[in-house]
C-alpha cells in the first residue's frame, strides 16, 4: 500500500492549495480527483464559468459603455447561449491545464477516481481502472458542494435547472424566474437583467445578501429594479410545475403564481460527503453535507482537516484557497498567519460589490463609535470616462482613533478595488492615509481620497456642533 | 483695491487643490484662469482628453477581447476622429462643470482674464472687461505648460501637430510619425497604433520613458513593435517638411529621410510664464519657462509658491494636486504630511504601465540587496478570463528585511493595481504581507501573491545554494 504524508480529497481551491503547501513543505501527496477534469466546480460549473460569462454578457451588451453611447446601444444584436458559451469554454479549458501545471510543477500524485475513508488514515480510490487503497497520516477533504436540489423543483435541465446548468439553457429565455437571493442567485439575476431578460428573483428573506451592508445592498437593488428585475422578497416556492407549453410556473406559498420561459432554482448548496463513507473515519456530516472544525480546520478526528465549501460560509474561492493552506501548514507544523478579519468578500454582481472588514450594521450592534466617508464614482475624472455613474465606496472608520473598521464598495472594479483598503485595514493604518497619498490620475482609487475626506469634514462639522451646544 | 488671502493663478489640477486647501483653511481665495473653462489644460486639452480618447480606441477597436474573438475583431469597422472627439467632447464638458462647481462650493472667487505680477503681491487680471489689481499675502503660480515648438518643426494644425491638436487631424491618418519618446509621445503612439495606423516613433535617447524600470519599458517596447511601431531610437530630427501631395517628411540628422501622412510633435513642454511679469515679482524663468522652487514649493521670493507643470517633473497631475496642497498648507502654517517617495506614477500606454518606489537600476546603483518577484496575468484566473497575456507584476524589495523597495506593473489595470502595493510600501510593509493576504478570487490583485511567492522561492533557492556552497 502507498503511502503519503497528505492525502488530499478534491481538486478545488481548497484541496489544490492544501496540496501545494504540503509539497512546498516537503512532503508527499496524494490528491484524489473523480472528474477528469482538476479545478472542482470552482474551475468547471461554478466561480470561473459565470465570471467568465459576466465579462461575456458585460462585453456583447455593451452595458459599461451604454451611459456614453446611449441606454440602446449593442455590441452584438442577438446574444445567445453559444456566444457567452464560446468564451467560458476556452477559459475553463485554460485554467485547467494551467492548474494541472501547477500540481505537476510541485510533484503532487493525481490520482482519479471516488475517494472514501476505510479508516481514519486510510482511503479508497474507486475508478474504472478499479479499486486502490492509500495510506495516509493526514487526509484533507476539500470534496465541496453541489446545488441543493429540493423536492419541490423539479429540475430537468433544460428549463428547470440549477446553477450547474446555466449552459444547458435551449436559448436565452425572455422571462427568468430565479429562485434564491444568496450570491449565486443573485449574480445570474444580474446578469440575465442585463441580457434584456425579465427577471423574476424570489427570496424567503427580506433582504438580498443578508451579510452584506445595507446601503450597497440597497444601491444593488435599486439597479436591478432599474434593469426591470422584479423582487418577491419574504416569498416562499411552494411548488414548480412545467405547462405542456413550455411555461414555467413557480407556485408561491402567498397563493401567487409566477411563470416565465425558465427557472434557476439557486437556493443552497450540499455537501459532496455522499460515498465518503466519513463514518469509517468516525466522522460524520450535518444535513447540508457540512462537516464541522476548528480555528484552524480540524476535524473531531485528528489526522483529518476539511476546508472549503464542505465546512459552510463563507463559500468563496479565494478563502477555500486559504483554508488549504492554513489547514495544511497548521497540520505539519509550518509557520502560517492569517488573519480571517481581513478576508474581502467579492460579489460579481452587475455592478460589482466587495467589501472588507465590518458593516455599519455590526458596529452599530458592538457599540463602536464610527463615522462614515463616501464618494460616488460620478464626481470622479475616471467615473466620468468610463461614464459610470453607479458606483459607490465607503469607507468606515473609528471617531476617535481613525482607524479603518470597513471598506464597501459597489461598482465596476470594486473587487480589485477593495484591496487598497484591505491593505490599509491590515496594517492598522487610519483614514488620514487616504488625504495624505497620491493616487495615480484618473483612477478609480481616488475614491479612496474623496471618501477620506468626506468622512473627516463630517467629523469635524459635527465636533463643531458638540462645541456650539457645550 | 480687492485684498485676498490667497491669490492662485491658474486653475489646473496644482491651482485647483490649493485654492481649494486655502478656502479649507478659512481663507479669502482668488483664482485667476486665463480660459473660458476652468481645469487647465489637465482637463481641456491635455489628461482628460488623452485618457478619453484611450477608452474610445480600446473599446471601438475590440483591442482588449481580441485575444478571444481573434485578431481581426473590430466592434466599429471605420473609426472615425469624430467618434473619438464625441466622447472626449462630453467628459471634458462633465469634468469642468464638476471642477466649477467644486470651486464655488468652497467660496473660491473665480476671476477670468490674464494675470501678471505688479510686485511681490499684487496682480494685474487683463481681460475683455478690462483691468483690475487684486492684492493677494501669497500667491501660487500654477500657470501649467504648453507644447514645446520647435523652429525646425513648422505646425500647421492640420498634419504637422502638437499634442494639443490631436482632435484637429482631419482624418485618421494611415502612417503617424511620432517625434518624441517620453510620456505624451508613446501614449499617442499606443493609441494610434491600436487603431491600425503605422507608427514611427523617433525619439533621441537610446530608450523610451528614461525614468520608468527598463524590464517593463522592454516589455512595452516588444508589444509596440507587436503593433507594427517602428523605433528609430538616436535619431533627431533636423527638419521638417510637407511636399505638395499633403506628404509630411521628416529629414533626420543621420540623413535617414521619415515620411508620413501626418507629424505629432510632442518634445519637451514649455511654462506659460510669458505675459506673468515675473520679474516684477523679483523672479525668473529658466529657458523652458520653468520656476525654480524649494522642497515647500517656495520660490525665491517669500510671498511667491509655484507648483505643477511649470516647476517641471514629473509633470503629472496627481503630484501637482498634491503640491498645490502642500504649498497652500505649509504656506499658511497648517499640518500637512506627504512623501514624494511614495507618490506612483502612471503612464496611460497600451498596456498601461504604472509603478512606485524605485526601480531596479536604482537600487543597483545604490548597493541595495534586492530581490525580485514577478506574476504574469496569464498564470491567474483573471488574467485568463479577460484573455490578457500581456500584463506583468513586478514586486522589488530588500533580500534581508523583506521591505517592499518598488511596484512596477505593465498591463490593464496597472495604474489602479500599483495602490495595492503603494499602500504596503507606505506603511512599511513586506513583501510577506502578500503571502498572508487574502484577496478576491479572481481578480489582477493575485498578481502580488504570485509575485510575492515567486520571489520568496528565489530567495529560500539561493539562500540554499548558499549553504552547498559554504
Do not use: W
Not at 476535524?299 to 476546508?307: I, K, L, N
Amino acid at each position: 500500500m502507498q503511502h503519503f504524508d497528505l492525502i488530499v480529497i478534491g481538486s478545488g481551491p481548497g484541496g489544490q492549495r492544501g496540496a501545494i503547501q504540503g509539497a512546498k513543505l516537503g512532503k508527499r501527496v496524494a490528491l484524489i480527483e473523480k472528474r477528469e477534469a482538476v479545478g472542482g466546480s470552482s474551475i468547471n460549473t461554478g466561480t470561473i464559468p459565470s465570471k467568465t460569462m459576466r465579462e461575456a454578457v458585460l462585453h456583447l451588451s455593451g452595458y459599461q459603455v451604454q451611459p456614453i453611447y446611449g441606454m440602446n446601444y449593442r455590441v452584438k444584436d442577438k446574444i445567445t447561449i453559444e456566444d457567452l458559451f464560446f468564451r467560458v469554454q476556452q477559459v475553463v479549458r485554460a485554467e485547467g491545464s494551467v492548474m494541472q501545471s501547477q500540481l505537476s510543477r510541485n510533484g503532487i500524485e493525481i490520482m482519479h477516481g471516488m475517494a472514501s475513508f476505510t479508516d481514519a488514515t486510510h482511503v479508497k480510490v474507486t475508478s474504472e481502472r478499479g479499486v486502490a487503497e492509500i495510506e495516509g497520516d493526514k487526509i484533507l477533504v476539500a470534496v465541496g458542494t453541489r446545488p441543493a436540489a429540493s423536492s419541490k423543483v423539479p429540475i430537468n435541465g433544460r428549463t428547470i435547472i440549477n446553477s450547474d446548468q446555466i449552459f444547458a439553457l435551449p436559448k436565452i429565455p425572455k422571462t427568468l424566474i430565479v429562485v434564491g437571493g444568496g450570491v449565486i442567485g443573485v449574480e445570474y439575476a444580474c446578469m440575465f437583467a442585463v441580457l434584456g431578460v425579465r427577471v423574476i428573483l424570489i427570496e424567503k428573506q427580506p433582504r438580498l445578501l443578508a451579510f452584506a451592508d445595507n446601503e450597497i445592498v440597497e444601491a444593488l437593488g435599486y439597479h436591478l429594479r432599474d434593469s426591470r428585475v422584479t423582487f418577491r422578497l419574504n416569498e416562499e416556492v411552494d411548488s414548480v410545475e412545467e405547462l405542456p407549453d413550455g411555461t414555467v410556473v413557480a407556485n408561491l406559498k402567498s397563493k401567487k403564481r409566477v411563470s416565465g420561459d425558465a427557472l434557476l432554482y439557486a437556493v443552497g448548496r450540499q455537501g459532496n460527503v455522499d460515498g465518503l463513507d466519513l463514518a469509517n473515519a468516525g466522522l460524520a456530516a450535518d444535513d447540508r453535507g457540512r462537516i464541522a472544525v476548528d480555528l484552524d480546520y480540524r476535524t473531531s478526528v485528528p489526522s483529518v482537516m476539511a476546508v472549503g465549501d464542505v465546512i459552510g460560509f463563507p463559500q468563496l474561492a479565494s478563502v477555500s484557497m486559504e483554508q488549504g493552506r492554513i489547514a495544511v501548514g497548521k497540520a505539519f507544523g509550518a509557520m502560517v498567519v492569517s488573519n480571517p478579519a481581513n478576508y474581502p468578500y467579492g460579489i460579481y454582481t452587475i455592478p460589482e460589490i466587495s467589501f472588507v472588514g465590518k458593516t455599519e450594521e455590526q458596529l452599530t450592534q458592538e457599540d463602536v463609535p464610527y463615522e462614515v466617508g463616501i464618494a460616488f464614482y460620478r464626481e470622479i475624472a475616471r467615473g466620468a470616462i468610463r461614464g459610470d455613474s453607479t458606483g459607490r465606496l465607503k469607507i468606515i472608520f473609528h471617531r476617535e482613533t481613525h482607524h479603518i473598521m470597513g471598506v464597501h464598495i459597489i461598482g465596476e472594479g470594486a473587487s480589485e478595488l477593495v484591496h487598497i483598503g484591505q491593505a490599509v485595514l491590515s496594517m492598522n493604518g487610519t483614514v488620514d492615509y487616504f488625504v495624505n497619498t497620491v493616487f495615480n490620475y484618473p483612477t478609480l482609487a481616488e475614491c479612496y481620497k474623496a471618501a477620506a475626506f468626506n468622512g473627516l469634514n463630517k467629523l469635524s462639522k459635527f465636533e463643531q456642533l458638540e462645541e456650539y451646544t457645550s
